[in-house]
Nanobody, 126 residues
């Protein structure tokens, strides 16, 4: 079992930045890949970014490439999502996710995910 707790969401103006954090507990942190999804009201939960267990491989959805950066600190059992140049289309609830395959990056589907956090809300005002 893995427990996930996100933080760092909030209200920001367009063009601003936020950093999301997700603290994990349970199984050894370096034994699984981690990622972020987001879900806007009335829409599906969509993949945003992923990082392999040791942090050497990352992947992003095209719409956030060059603006978002995923990273992890295995000593702190935490994964981060640095979000820059935010725009209103980035507004959503952001969910931390775990896939048991430690090397899995690429594009994840929601059905690939083994554990979910409860989400943190990001609102970008225009």
């Amino acid at each position: 079992q893995v427990q996930l707790l996100e933080s760092g969401g909030g209200l920001v103006q367009a063009g601003g930045s936020l950093r999301l954090s997700c603290a994990a507990s349970g199984r050894p942190f370096s034994s699984y890949a981690m990622g972020w999804f987001r879900q806007a009201p009335g829409k599906e939960r969509d993949f945003v970014a992923a990082i392999s267990s040791l942090g050497g491989r990352t992947s992003y959805v095209d719409s956030v490439k060059g603006r978002f950066t995923i990273s992890r600190d295995n000593a702190k059992n935490t994964v981060y999502l640095q979000m820059d140049s935010l725009n209103p289309e980035d507004s959503a609830t952001y969910y931390c996710a775990v896939v048991n395959d430690p090397w899995r990056v690429g594009t994840w589907s929601a059905s690939d995910v083994d554990y979910w956090g409860k989400g943190t809300l990001v609102t970008v005002s225009s």
